[in-house]
C-alpha cells in the first residue's frame, strides 16, 4: 500500500489495523476447524532523495524480518536501512 504525504505513524497504524482485522477473521471450511488467517507487513519511508523502487526493497526487508522474528507483525524498516 502506497500512501502519498502520509506520514510514518500512519502507515504504521494502518498495517497494524489490516494485520489485526485479518487475525480476527475466522473462516469456517466444510469440516474441521475455523482456519485463521496472519499477515506479515514491512513499512517503508521514501526518505527524501530517494525512490519508490529504494523504499520498496527496505519494506521488503522489514517484511523478512517481521517473519523471521515469529509472523503476524508488522516491521518498521530499519534507520539503517534508509542510510544504505
Do not use: H, M
Not at 521514501?46 to 523471521?68: C, H, M, N, Q, S
Amino acid at each position: 500500500i502506497v500512501l502519498p504525504g502520509g506520514d510514518p505513524q500512519a502507515a504504521l497504524s494502518l498495517a497494524e489495523s489490516i494485520r489485526a482485522a485479518c487475525w480476527s477473521l475466522n473462516v469456517r471450511a466444510t469440516e474441521g476447524p475455523p482456519i485463521r488467517f496472519t499477515i506479515s507487513a514491512g513499512v517503508c519511508e521514501i526518505p527524501t532523495g530517494g525512490t519508490f523502487d529504494e523504499a520498496l526493497i527496505r519494506a521488503d526487508k522489514a517484511l523478512y524480518v517481521a517473519k523471521r522474528e515469529g509472523r503476524n507483525r508488522v516491521q518498521v524498516c530499519a534507520e539503517s536501512q534508509l542510510r544504505a
